[in-house]
């Protein structure tokens, strides 16, 4: 979902843009429906694929437990002859709101996908500014590092982590070589190890979109500043990183949207209080067997997630205005 | 005249084997307008931006108002630089692209404010300061880069190719305008250009660059009038040019024998040359005039044929075939109306020319 609205964006920044969509009907003049036949597809997919799956999910999301297969009751009930029963349970939203354990859980996940948002900016700038102003030469190679691990599992690079990270693992035998700590240190199951999974996972993310956008920065636009009287660090400041507020804005969504929902690093790297949203639709799910709470927690999380993504879509109209 | 603002001593810039200026020396005065000409690739622009500070002269030292610029980077020195691809802050409006340089400064607000405002006057500018610079035309940004670059009233504003970017049309009424607020504002600008036009038409010197070295430097009328090499002759305008040898010297002129021709050609104010030294004689093709009857002179007359008119309104081209074979190009000031009275494809005239406007260029 976030894919395309990134794409949505670039397509408007193009400046010939809205003339090649002037154009247009120029074509479907000629071609009766041919513009409609080429807009479907899009709009299929995510009917297919997105909006179909989520209404299945709200429907559920709206019935009562039952045990049995499926464990809901249908919405829809032949009450008696010739009347036909819509049942809506609120309910299960309601048990979000009245359990502070989802809440927390949610907030939780916020924080913590956050934290590892400004981790990835703080670690992914000078990588990706470091990259776009290396030589054409050094410059693939680079960028092949950067995307170079997803070539392997993502799961296998999470349990990789467990490996370095565990009391009797490669980074506590490391300090304890040489001679930074004396007792080994409990990294794993805490949130730390969270963010480290969550940072190293996502720093692709992060890094692409910001060399994409720095990459692209007009070189002579600095020598103007240093011209105009504007030393290094400051036209950086005053230059460079307002000109790569739309890639930190791309990346930064593009790490926090799937970190909110993130299921497999905190429950590979987190302690049993490491509370987060899709932990606990987990365990609704397959351990409580609860499929209308679960999906509660589902909408509630894709509902609360379209706050950021229109906040990221008014910066990338206001960055290409 | 005074101590130069701009000193250029020996000054050479390679990158890796190639050298894109060797050995450069120039003089460049204060309150000129002064041209950069050449084509690509000859190390005007190499040569501007080692002025801004962009690049390290490789060897030489360059001195601005007497300072030694040797290793001051572009930002501690008094000149400013106008980009030929403007270079405007696209995330700033028109104001804050021009108020930039003052704030590094830390000018006071309501300072920077008036400096801006008067920028903006003086470029014509002040309806569109809060527009940013995607919302302006080819021409409105080219006349906020000449406000930015000129509000720290730099003692040298330097020109990148400033006119290249803007239409035919445009860029003529820029000429002039330029000019204007060069003389309006006094400081001494320095402009590189591949237009030998656009450098005629604006700049109080020239000068002519080939290679990575000067080939002349001078007035508008030196350059076009008197050129030293024949590189220049050919550069800048048009140039009709005779192959010979220096046959004699006279009072008040240098005859020259020319194998193809019947007759010398004479060439006054010309350098001393000895007998016998090959040498180019170029004649513009307005100094050329044509007539049907024979001239009465002895010198600097040939027999043609006219190959090919062409009709330019005020002036009229004449192609004319020499029996040599050789081509010459003559233009002519339609003083009348021509219809039907001009030398007409395949006609046979004369074309003669006086001393004082040939030049002697040595081969």
């Known amino acids: 979902m976030t894919a395309i609205k990134v794409e949505s964006a670039s397509r408007r920044s193009s400046p010939g843009g809205r003339d090649q969509g002037r154009k247009g009907p120029a074509i479907g003049r000629r071609l009766p429906g041919g513009r409609f036949l080429v807009g479907l597809p899009p709009y299929l997919w995510l009917g297919l694929f997105f909006a179909l799956p989520f209404l299945i999910v709200l429907k559920i999301s709206l019935a009562e437990t039952q045990i049995g297969i499926p464990p809901y009751k249908p919405l829809l009930d032949w009450a008696q002859a010739g009347v036909l029963e819509l049942r809506l349970n609120l309910g299960n939203y309601r ?23 400004v981790l990835c900016l703080l670690v992914g700038y000078p990588m990706a500014y470091g990259i776009a102003r290396s030589s054409d030469r050094h410059r693939n190679a680079l960028l092949m590092l950067v995307v170079l691990p997803f070539w392997t599992s993502f799961l296998i690079r999470v349990y990789a982590w467990m490996g370095i990270l565990k009391t009797e693992g490669l980074l506590n035998a490391f300090l304890l070589w040489i001679g930074v700590i004396l007792q080994p240190l409990q990294i794993l199951e805490t949130d730390l190890a969270v963010y480290i999974g969550i940072v190293y996972s996502y720093l692709p993310f992060m890094v692409l979109p910001l060399y994409a956008t720095l990459e692209k920065m007009d070189r002579s636009l600095l020598e103007a500043a240093a011209d105009l009287g504007c030393r290094p660090f400051r036209a950086f400041l005053s230059v460079t990183l307002p000109l790569s507020i739309p890639g930190m804005v791309a990346g930064s969504m593009l790490v926090f949207i799937p970190a909110v929902g993130e299921f497999v690093i905190p429950d590979l790297l987190g302690g049993p209080d490491t509370l987060m949203i899709a932990k606990i639709l987990w365990s609704e799910f397959f351990d409580n067997r609860d499929w209308p709470v679960a999906s509660a927690i589902a909408v509630a999380m894709l509902v609360a997630l379209v706050a950021p993504i229109m906040i990221f879509q008014h910066f990338q109209r206001r960055a290409t205005e | ?185 006094g400081i001494t600008f320095v402009m590189v250009t591949h237009d030998q036009e656009e450098a005629m038409t604006m700049s109080s010197r020239i000068a002519v660059m080939k290679a990575g070295a000067i080939e002349q430097v001078g007035t508008p009328v030196d350059v076009y009038e008197y050129p030293t090499s024949i590189f220049v002759a050919d550069f800048i305008g048009t140039a009709n040019m005779f192959e010979g040898v220096v046959s004699r010297h006279q009072p008040s002129q240098v005859a020259v024998a020319c194998p193809e021709l019947e007759r010398e050609l004479a060439v006054a104010n010309a350098p001393p040359l000895p007998v016998g030294a090959p040498v180019k004689v170029m004649v513009r093709p307005e100094k050329l005039v044509l007539s049907r009857g024979e001239p009465q002179a002895q010198f600097n007359w040939v027999r043609g044929k006219v190959a090919d008119t062409a009709y330019l309104g005020g002036l009229s081209t004449y192609h004319i075939e020499l029996a040599s074979g050789r081509n010459l190009q003559a233009t002519q000031a339609n003083l009348k109306h021509v219809d039907g009275g001009g030398p007409s494809p395949g006609d046979e005239l004369f074309v003669a020319w006086h001393p004082a406007n040939a030049v002697i260029l040595v081969q």
Request: hydrophobic share 45%; charged share 20%.
């Open chain 1, 95 to 117: 048990t979000l709101f009245s359990d502070d354990l989802y809440v927390i859980a949610y907030l939780n996940s916020l924080k913590i996908a956050a934290v590892s948002t």
């Open chain 2, 1 to 185: 005249m005074a101590e130069p603002i701009i000193s250029i001593d020996a000054v050479s810039k390679s990158f890796g084997s190639f050298t894109a200026v060797s050995g450069l020396t120039l003089a460049i005065h204060r309150g000129e307008f002064f041209s950069l000409l050449g084509a690509s690739g000859c190390g005007k622009t190499t040569l501007l931006r080692m002025l801004a500070g962009l690049e390290q002269p490789s060897d030489g030292r360059i001195l601005i108002d007497g300072t030694d610029m040797t290793g001051v980077p572009p930002y501690l020195r008094p000149v400013n630089m106008m980009f030929q691809s403007y270079a405007l802050f696209p995330h700033m409006t028109v104001e804050q692209n021009v108020a930039f340089g003052l704030k590094q400064e830390n000018w006071p607000k309501a300072r920077i404010r008036d400096k801006v405002a008067e920028m903006l006057d003086l470029v014509q500018m002040a309806p569109f300061a809060r527009r940013r610079p995607a919302q302006l035309s080819g021409g409105q940004r080219q006349r906020v880069a000449l406000a930015r670059s000129l509000a720290k009233e730099p003692k040298v504003l330097l020109l990148d190719e400033p006119l290249a970017a803007l239409d035919k049309k445009l860029r003529e009424q820029t000429r002039l305008e330029l000019v204007k607020i060069q003389h309006r504002v």
